[in-house]
């Protein structure tokens, strides 16, 4: 299996209710390494530019406010198939579908507050890690 990068997001839900640190437990459980980590407050411009594929949809404005309604902890994540496995350990995007053990199962409170997000393919998640670090805070 080739070792790869994702990103992932700590949401604002779950920075509030102090799940940080009980979501990396989960991630590196399953075996992922965080290999770069900070917390930020996102701006409007920064959250749009970030789910810029979704401007279209009818939740757009109200998943940007809520990305920037808190703090944020952005993550590199690196192991086997990354990109894969840490969308196995996120779960479904609606935490009423999602598997037992995984963290919007565990943790999420709502399909838009869902608590964690991770990169749908390797190509995002490049373009993704590159928005939010530099390459020499990256740690692996
Ligand atoms: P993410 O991008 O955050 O990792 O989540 P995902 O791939 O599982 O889901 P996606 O379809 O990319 O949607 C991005 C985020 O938008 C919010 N959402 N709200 N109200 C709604 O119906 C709705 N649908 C999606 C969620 O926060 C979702 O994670
Ligand atoms: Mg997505």
Redesign the pocket.
């Known amino acids: 299996m080739a070792t790869e990068r994702t990103f992932s997001i700590i949401k604002p839900d779950a920075t509030e209710r102090n799940l940080t640190g009980a979501i990396n437990a989960v991630i590196e459980k399953a075996g992922l390494r965080i290999v770069a980590q900070k917390r930020v407050l996102m701006n409007r411009r920064e959250a749009e530019t970030f789910?810029a594929v979704?401007k279209e949809r009818p939740?757009f404005g109200?998943?940007v406010d809520f990305m920037i309604s808190g703090p944020v902890v952005v993550q590199v994540l690196e192991g086997d198939n990354a990109v894969v496995r840490y969308r196995e350990v996120?779960g479904a995007?609606n935490p009423e579908s999602a598997a037992e053990g995984t963290i919007r199962k565990l943790y999420a409170k709502s399909?838009?507050e869902?608590s964690?997000?991770?990169s749908?393919s390797q190509d995002n998640a490049k373009i993704e890690i590159a928005q939010f670090f530099a390459g020499n805070e990256i740690v692996g």
Do not use: S
């Open positions: 789910y979704h939740f109200e998943l996120m995007t399909i838009g869902n964690v997000h991770g749908d």
